[in-house]
């Protein structure tokens, strides 16, 4: 479904992807874990259409068509989503408001009806339980005064409602506590299926031990310097990213 | 064979329709003002003797002023002996014959507002039929409206009909002494509206939203007169979101309201004024004075306003709250794009005990636009409790534009409580990149936030109007980003 080959990516002149490869499947939950700065921000941003990142070198293919000829929101309408690791604020936007423009965007592009308020209102409360969401969350402005955690609920909420066929989290679990961490990992869980893929960005294997991944993919300084199951996140917990570096240079050599 | 009494009967009825038309011919003054002119004005409109009087001592007045200067707005000085300060009504053998006559960019914008075809025929001044659905839902409305004893017409029928109330309320509000365009106005206004609603009665419709096409043409110096008696309610929509074009440049109107014991008024504007090229040529300049009088214990005036158009805007829609408990209101949002420049706010002065007031101004500047908010909160010595809120916020949509805020406060009372909130942000690329994230379009993206931005104040105004408003800001924002 989607194919990433040979990406390098420079922002502001500053090299910071350094040749990726990457396949991945329908149905597939990929992890990338890596340090700070690895790049593994920088490899959701371009995959979700971020102009400030400049593609110098590779092709991403999704679905067999050029992913990087398309605009953001012709991404999303392809059912590409991004859940942010700091979602922003729209002030007098309500929640629900945006998510119906959303889906109806998306709907359209996909030569379906517009739902009506109704339809809408019985789908979003379908997933509210699903997600054990509240009222107060759907009712404000778009995570408008929300804590930290309730940003991050909202991004798999909007997930939820929007059911893209590739899901990708950048460091949704960072910030979280452990209660909100298991809110995270039972939204996303409940969405796994057959033909939805997930790309968890994270620092941390400790989300992977609540949503457990089908590949993991070590990402240090711009390349993947190695990739496995969910065993390498443990040994990654065990060991730290130190001692990469001069994996990687084995590797390359 | 005609007789010959019938035949002088006939070349007198000549020369008499001769002479009527030469007549209509000259039904326009030179150029300039002077006190003939004024008496010229006040003749054309059989005004009683009173009204010259005042219409003299404005002139008289004018005369001693000079143009104001301490706004923040830039233009080139104002010829005004080169305007016709009277010309007769235009008849519509003038206008286009039909819309294919008409700038299809316009055109093309009416539908985009969804406006009806008769009203874009009255809109841009093609001759319409006889029987036209507005006019005859007007009559409708206007009986419905006498029968509960509501005066709801032009000025210039009020005067006629009636001069006591014209007498009892001109100027009372806003003294031809009050600044240099009021005066200016005062001396020369040609028509306007007026509206009396009789005590306890409470308008049962927004007045105006029937009316609009009729209110038009009233001219560049146009007078509003509102008088709500005793627990009387009545909410007033001035303006339209279809994008008016006019040969005059200079707009100078004024705007007077009375609030009585319990009474409330509710005065929304949409301002959509040709603001001019992008080079900001022929843009309307409007220098507009509005004030309301809450006299009495209780009453409670409201303005809300949505100004997109104009060149220049200059005006401060304001409350002097007289009478106990009395509460004003300013919501407003002010867009300026290309060469815009708007300068406005509000004045509230507390006079009465308790009186309240409420201030949210929402400023959007875009392209090369200007956009200033300049508000006074006035507390008088006698005025105890007093209270003021005051939100500011300011958008900006790229690098060459400005916003700008000048708050004056000056509290002569230790009771008063005030509040003032004041915020400039930047539309922001991460939000609109999150929209597009979400699906939507950059354009769809920017309407959506900038919506969002003015939300408090479009939450003030008659739905109907609100949806229009939302719509109009979509269209005038259209191609500013990105």
Known sequence: MLEIRNLHVEVEGKKIIRGVDLQIQAGEVHSIMGPNGSGKSTLAQVLAGREE??????????????????????????????????????????????????????????GLEEVDAADFLSLVREKMELLQISDSLINRPVNDGFSGGEKKRNEIFHMAVLEPQLAILDETDSGLDIDALKVVADGVNSLRNEERSFIVITHYQRLLDYVVPDYVHVLYDGQVVKSGDKSLALELEEQGYSGLGEETSTVSS | MPTETEKIQEITSEEYKYGFYTDIETDSAPPGLNEDIIRLISNKKNEPEFMLEWRLKAYSHWLTMTEPAWHNVHYPPIDYDSIVYYSAPKTQEDGPKSL????????????????????????????????????????????????????????????????DLIQKYLGTVVPYTDNYFAALNSAVFTDGSFCYIPEGVRCPMELSTYFRINAMNTGQFERTLIIADKGSYVSYLEGCTAPMRDENQLHAAVVELVAHDDAQIKY?????????????????????????????????????????????????????????????????????????????????????KNTRSNVVSKGISAGHGQNTYRGMIKVFKGASNARNYTQCDSMLMGDQCGAHTFPYIEIENSTTQMEHEASTSKIGEDQIFYCQQRGLSPEDAVSMIVNGFCKEVFKELPMEFAVEAQKLLEINLEGSVG
């Open chain 1, 53 to 110: 990142y400049e593609v110098t070198d590779g092709q991403i293919i999704y679905n067999g068509e050029d992913l990087l000829e398309m605009s953001p929101e012709d991404r999303a309408r392809q059912g590409i989503f991004m859940a942010f690791q700091y979602p922003v604020a729209i002030p007098g936007v309500s929640n629900t408001y945006f998510l119906k423009a959303a889906l109806n965007a998306i709907r359209k592009e996909r």
């Open chain 2, 100 to 163: 294919d006559e008409v700038d299809p960019e316009l055109l093309e914008t009416y539908n985009k507002l969804g406006i009806p075809l008769q009203e874009q025929k009255m809109l841009t001044g093609v001759a319409v039929d006889a029987v036209f659905d507005s006019v005859s839902v007007a009559t409708t409305y206007k009986a419905k409206l006498s029968e509960l004893g509501i005066i709801f017409g032009s000025f210039s029928d009020a005067v006629q009909e009636h001069p």
């Open chain 2, 268 to 352: 929304s504007t949409i301002q959509n004024w040709y603001p001019g090229d992008e080079e900001g040529k022929g843009g309307i300049y409007n220098f507009v004075t509005k004030r309301g009088k809450c006299e009495g214990v209780n009453s409670k005036i409201s303005w809300t306003q949505v100004e997109t158009g104009s060149a220049i805007t200059w005006k401060y829609p304001s409350c002097v709250l007289l009478g106990d408990n009395s509460i004003g209101e300013f919501y407003s949002v002010a867009l300026t794009k290309m060469r815009q420049q708007a300068d406005t706010g509000t004045k509230m002065i507390h006079i009465g």
